[in-house]
């Protein structure tokens, strides 16, 4: 049973966002860029937003 607080909120458009510790119990990533994915998919490594910040500075 989802826990309002633990597995769940309700953001300011009324939409339901899934936790992080929703997302482990389930076990596995959806590949949907999901907000709090514990497995970063769909993010971008911190070292690739410094490369892309190095390249547009010169």
């Known amino acids: 049973m ?3 607080g633990i ?3 309700i953001n300011e458009d009324g939409n339901f966002v899934f ?4 997302h482990l119990k389930r076990g596995y ?4 860029k999901c907000l709090h994915c514990p497995w ?4 971008q ?3 690739d937003t ?6 547009n500075e010169v």
């Open 29 to 32: 990533c959806c590949k949907n």
């Open 19 to 22: 936790t992080k510790e929703y």
């Open 40 to 43: 970063n998919y769909g993010k």
């Open 45 to 47: 490594d911190i070292a």
């Open 7 to 9: 597995d769940y909120y």
């Open 50 to 55: 410094q490369n892309e910040i190095n390249k």
């Open 2 to 4: 989802l826990q309002e």
